[in-house]
């Protein structure tokens, strides 16, 4: 009965019922002042929302009262013992997570999948990274899961490390076997810390009843949710959950300090409040919702799976898929990822959310429908009765010679001593050998492939050439989205 409830929105709602004669920021006035090119596309009453801090609504940086009242119904929910409203997206809390865990100079495990916005944690923090590398799916060219033997064996040979950080699920679905790895942290006195971005949904699955996938129900002390990557709630919305495994606990008080660092002083209660509204209807209908998703993911993976030319990644032995996640191939069609996400957007209307040198991904959701399902699988058929017959004329290079993930780069410098490095910049024709100075990420998914202050291996060179070649959109790109130069550390 008590998540029924929404106190933040409902906060807001009797300030708005009051008609203030307003004075405070922001200027538009509870809707007042915005752009009628804009409320008259959309109306304006939504606006009236967008707030600040009042007797009403509360402060998130101090909360007291219904912003209190959110987070403590979000904890409950979650079975945390803490949880956080972000609202400057899971890229703050992946921030505050590791400078809470890691000093400067202190070592901290991180899976090299991770995102970029462990990368500038690092940064902050000044802690010393030692990467642990997925397994790689090698049919399908994607980065997997995080061993629990690597680990451990990183762990015996770096024991002063204070934490790990991975990702699970990954971007394309994958999960690690988390309850595992989280005992091997536990037992080496670190915290396992979880960018759970793409599974704040996994809660719900009740058939899962033997099967826990959540990062806290699997021992993680910290987790991070992109609520608007699976729920309602509305873009750069993101929750922070803390679990106290009596690990290192005086780290856990330091979470709270470190969100003032790295979130905005002036919080969207926009943001807030559909992070409210997102917790209500997953209180309310969190396990129909997955089921759902769940079930039109799986009608799709079966009909594109017999469509000639197509193939869906699958579970398989010894695999843990995040069932709501669509990773489609054509490359028996000899066609990359790339081709296929332009075919499908340009001449059928379907908007995937990433594509790499051999798939594309599709997120499936509760606010999918049947008709979407349907105009992707007509897609995938009208493309192989269309290229089955000319594969060879389509046959791409990074189809043919499957493109190897690079081997990790020699560190050179710590990300934060790089980052405050003087730098230059060279062509990116001579990059191989040098340290760099920046980031490489292509994006999505945003994993980055070189790391200020790695040395730039041919390896390493070849792998950010192919999607250069291929157009794709790339973090450290010149501002024409060119990689023409590259700054270096000399």
Request: proline content about 4%; overall charge negative.
């Amino acid at each position: 009965m008590e998540q029924k409830r929404t106190p933040l929105l409902d906060a807001v709602e009797r300030l708005i019922d009051t008609k203030p004669a307003y004075f405070r920021i922001p200027g538009h006035r509870l809707n007042r002042g915005i752009s009628s090119r804009w409320t008259d596309k959309t109306g304006e009453q939504i606006f009236a929302y967008d707030v600040t801090e009042t007797p009403f609504t509360d402060d998130l940086h101090a909360p007291e009262g219904a912003i209190r009242e959110a987070q403590e119904l979000l904890r409950k929910l979650y079975g945390a013992d803490e949880s956080f409203f972000l609202v400057n997206g899971t890229t703050c809390g992946n921030e505050a997570m590791i400078m809470s865990a890691a000093f400067e100079g202190q070592e901290i495990m991180v899976a090299r999948n991770a995102h970029k916005s462990a990368m500038m944690g690092l940064v902050l923090s000044g802690a010393k990274p030692v990467y642990v590398m997925p397994e790689v799916i090698a049919d399908w060219g994607i980065q997997g899961e995080i061993a629990p033997d690597k680990v451990r064996a990183l762990f015996q040979k770096y024991p002063q490390c204070t934490a790990l950080f991975l990702v699970n699920p990954t971007y394309y679905g994958v999960c690690s076997e988390l309850q595992k790895i989280a005992d091997i942290c536990h037992e080496n006195n670190a915290l396992l810390l979880v960018d759970e971005a793409h599974g704040g949904h996994l809660y719900f699955d009740r058939n899962a009843l033997t099967e826990k996938r959540g990062a806290l129900e699997c021992g993680a002390d910290l987790c991070v949710q992109s609520m608007h990557k699976v729920t309602g709630a509305l873009t750069q919305s993101s929750v922070l959950h803390i679990k106290n495994h009596g690990i290192r606990s005086d780290v856990l008080v330091r979470v709270a300090e470190n969100l003032h660092l790295v979130q905005s002083t002036s919080p969207s209660y926009l943001l807030m409040i559909s992070l409210d509204c997102a917790r209500y209807e997953l209180a309310m209908h969190g396990d129909s919702m997955y089921q759902k998703a769940a079930r039109l993911a799986g009608y799709a993976r079966s009909r594109i799976h017999d469509i000639e030319g197509f193939e869906c990644l699958e579970n398989k032995k010894g695999s843990m898929l995040d069932k709501t996640r669509l990773v489609i191939s054509a490359r028996s069609l000899g066609m990359s990822g790339f081709m296929l996400d332009e075919l499908l957007f340009e001449k059928y209307g379907v908007n995937m959310e990433l594509s790499d040198p051999e798939n594309v991904l599709a997120v499936v959701t509760y606010a999918n429908e049947q008709e979407d399902m349907d105009r992707l699988i007509n897609a995938c058929g009208s493309i192989s009765a269309k290229y089955r017959d000319h594969k060879k004329e389509y046959d791409i290079s990074v189809i043919k010679d499957r493109l190897h993930f690079p081997k990790i780069p020699r560190q050179c410098l710590t990300p934060r001593q790089a980052y405050f490095s003087q730098k230059k910049e060279i062509e990116w024709s001579n990059a191989i050998g040098k340290i760099s100075g920046q980031i490489i990420a292509p994006y999505p998914p945003g994993i980055p492939v070189i790391y200020p202050g790695e040395l730039i291996s041919s390896e390493v060179w070849e792998y950010i050439e192919c999607f250069l070649k291929n157009g794709r959109h790339i973090h450290g790109a010149d501002k024409d989205g060119q990689l023409k130069v590259i700054k270096i550390i000399e």
